[in-house]
């Protein structure tokens, strides 16, 4: 059955009713902020572990202060065993990737739905801005056709295969004995076959039940046109899949970007990032990219010549704030599953970038982690 829309009900009505917060948060440069407190407050009245049917009351509702703190779980991690450890902080892992999930979508109705509403916004959706293009390039982001629409009669045919296909194959089975008689293959493809079946059983229908069609030929293209936008956006996709292929393309994204800055400024550049990397298990990893080298017979980067001088005092530094942004969950949520194959930088190490891993497992004293 064709998709009805991201959201519905009592959903669609709150999102609905902050797009005008949305708006001048658009203006004010604040959307970063205005997004993280709409789907906080999103979580909040429609829990993710209720079902999808379910709703609030509106005097549920009307009794709802955005500014009450969320409950955190009142659990003590030292006084279970290792396997009751195991088994919440699974939990914890697949409840906060689903609230990351539903926001990722909550994003990208608010972006969408405030364009659509401001078709002159200027945003990063532009694809000619030159920043928009490293961007898309850095996501993965590929163009593709616009969905086109589907006529009725096809449709109709694709929810009704069961009358169509016997049909079908019976001509065709009549059609390949003709060509077996007269050994001459008949230029009318097996395709135009297959629509002609369609378009003389769709002409049966009564006009009621074509319009029922059209109606639903125009919907289901409504939802793909929708769908292709919020694709072509540029949205970063939070699944862990999706953000490890961003990491692997940063040192080839960024590479040329240091290059050129060192080239235009005569100085040495290297960049710093970090964070649970998803293809090692959600380890909090750091990477640094350089560019730029020695003077002498042996020229080297910044992170070659100065590697020992950068593991001892600049690496635990960073790894100790990178702790401070990611809980021991964030890290685990990010982790991808156990059939995923896809390589971890931390793996690489060459003279232009170097890799290192904090282990999750070797403590968790420095995570912003509430333990009981």
């Not at 001048?24 to 829990?47: M, N, T, W, Y």
């Not at 449709?155 to 016997?166: K, Q, R």
């Not at 065709?172 to 059983?201: A, D, F, M, N, P």
Request: charged share 35%.
């Amino acid at each position: 059955m064709p998709n009805r829309g991201s959201f519905q009900g009592k959903r669609k009505e709150f999102l609905t009713g902050k797009l005008d917060e949305y708006g001048q948060a658009v203006q004010d440069g604040e959307v970063a902020d205005k997004k993280a407190q709409i789907i906080r407050s999103f979580l909040l009245q429609f829990p993710l572990d209720k079902d999808e049917n379910w709703e609030p009351t509106d005097e549920e509702l009307a009794k709802f202060d955005e500014d009450t703190p969320a409950k955190e779980p009142d659990r003590d991690l030292h006084a279970m065993t290792a396997e009751e450890r195991q088994q919440y902080q699974e939990a914890e892992r697949i409840r906060a990737r689903g609230d990351e999930k539903k926001g990722e979508q909550i994003a990208r109705w608010l972006r969408y739905h405030h364009n659509k509403r401001n078709p002159s916004t200027k945003s990063m959706d532009n694809k000619n801005d030159p920043l928009t293009i490293l961007l898309r390039k850095l996501a993965g982001i590929t163009d593709s056709e616009k969905p086109c629409r589907k006529t009725a009669a096809t449709v109709w045919a694709h929810e009704n295969a069961d009358v169509i296909e016997p049909l079908y194959e019976a001509k065709l089975g009549r059609v390949k004995e003709r060509e077996k008689e007269t050994g001459v293959k008949e230029k009318s493809s097996r395709l135009t076959l297959h629509q002609r079946i369609v378009r003389e059983e769709f002409a049966k229908l009564t006009s009621d039940e074509k319009e029922k069609w059209t109606s639903e030929s125009k919907e289901q293209h409504e939802n793909a046109i929708e769908e292709w936008e919020q694709k072509q956006a540029l949205d970063f996709s939070s699944d862990p899949a999706a953000r490890q292929s961003c990491i692997a393309n940063l040192p080839s994204f960024v590479q040329p970007i240091l290059d050129g800055i060192c080239e235009a400024t005569g100085w040495t550049a290297t960049l710093i990032v970090g964070g649970p990397e998803p293809a090692d298990q959600g380890c909090l990893n750091v990477v640094s990219i350089h560019s730029g080298k020695t003077r002498g017979r042996a020229p080297q980067t910044f992170g070659t010549a100065m590697r020992r001088e950068y593991k001892a005092q600049i690496l635990p530094v960073f790894g100790e704030y990178l702790k401070r942004c990611y809980t021991i969950a964030d890290c685990r949520a990010r982790a991808l599953g156990a059939n995923d194959e896809m390589a971890s930088l931390a793996d690489a190490h060459t003279e232009a970038i170097n890799a290192d891993r904090f282990d999750l497992d070797a403590g968790d004293a420095g995570f912003n982690e509430q333990l009981g």
